[in-house]
């Protein structure tokens, strides 16, 4: 967190830059609940007052929007980048699943509020809307990599694509970054284990 | 959900056993969380006034606390079942798995809360106490594993055990029990994919 800007500049620019608010608001989401957080409680958390806090956003509404997209935005850029573009199904399906997993550790906080969206505002349903389309490219490209024979076909695809949805999407509820297992090892660790396997060989 | 009792029964005995009661309560507990749920919304969507509550249970904690027993007991179980106990450690794991894996989805409103519990109340934290100890004893299964050459030793074994609990704990997010997929046949593929890899071999 910041340092307490100097008393002669406290009105109406609180020290905090949109950024900053937003990243503390997600940190009171994820542990109150997006619908449980008031902006009162918001303004506590950043210690400045509510109106302090429109001063930078407009509504709580619009720091959900601001958080999601943060997350999303990060999510579909792995998507549109060349390497998981063209080339070999299976090799863009890991280039994804590896790209998926560095913003999930990057943007953490982020990605868990909406991991744990529930939909019951326009904004979170919105937010599910780009997530589901998420989740059908990745289901895309684990049907072309069945199709050209580099995934096992003993597997539904839909249970496939789930299983590697859970797996990666669990990270969020234990990993600890800046602990013993760097980011780039976590995704060599999943990337074996899903298509490789744990038996020793 | 029982059909509503006759009216001449209603005081009293208003026509559900403690089970129904338990299972009624659980589902509101997942979808509005544990905290926000009063007695009051309880017995609205049990459609019986709160007294009626009282009849069955003395305290809201009581509810939670037999939920989460049914959930930790089913999952206890499988620990402390033969083939849980003795053989390869590699058999005894891929059995725990398994058995993890039935109970989750025989009880899936059940170990959905448990698996969402936050710890703030004595019931909460005594559960996820219990729920450590289970984990514990899986991962020390999944050392054994290791020791005797089963399990691959390019993965920390802390990472892998959190990598089988994340995938198999997040079954409870998407799987519809009585669809297209059975339990035993999402048990051969979660013991598959973790196991042998999603690679065509």
Do not use: C
């Not at 340092?3 to 002669?8: D, Q």
């Not at 539904?156 to 789930?162: E, I, K, L, M």
Request: no cysteine; glycine share 8%.
């Amino acid at each position: 967190m910041p340092a307490a800007p100097p008393a002669a500049t406290r009105r109406g620019r609180p020290g905090y830059d949109q950024q900053a608010v937003l990243t503390i608001a997600v940190d009171v989401f994820n542990r109150h609940g997006y619908e449980a957080t008031s902006m009162g409680v918001l303004a506590e958390n950043l210690g400045i007052s509510k109106s302090a806090i429109y001063h930078h956003v407009p509504s709580k509404g619009d720091l959900l929007r601001l958080a999601l997209d943060h997350a999303l935005d990060g999510l579909e850029a792995v998507l549109t980048d060349p390497a998981a573009m063209s080339g070999k199904a299976d090799a863009r399906l890991e280039f994804v699943l590896r790209g998926t997993i560095a913003v999930l550790i990057e943007r953490l906080p982020f990605v868990t509020l909406l991991l744990r969206l529930r939909g019951n505002t326009e904004v979170e349903r919105g937010a599910l809307e780009r997530r589901r389309t998420f989740d059908r490219q990745v289901a895309a490209l684990v049907d072309a990599a069945r199709s050209e024979g580099s995934l096992r076909s003993d597997i539904d695809p839909r249970t496939t694509t789930r299983l590697l949805f859970g797996t990666i999407n669990s990270i969020v509820e234990w990993y600890k970054p800046g602990g013993a297992v760097s980011p780039e090892k976590l995704a060599d660790d999943v990337i074996t284990m899903v298509f490789d396997g744990l038996h020793s060989t």
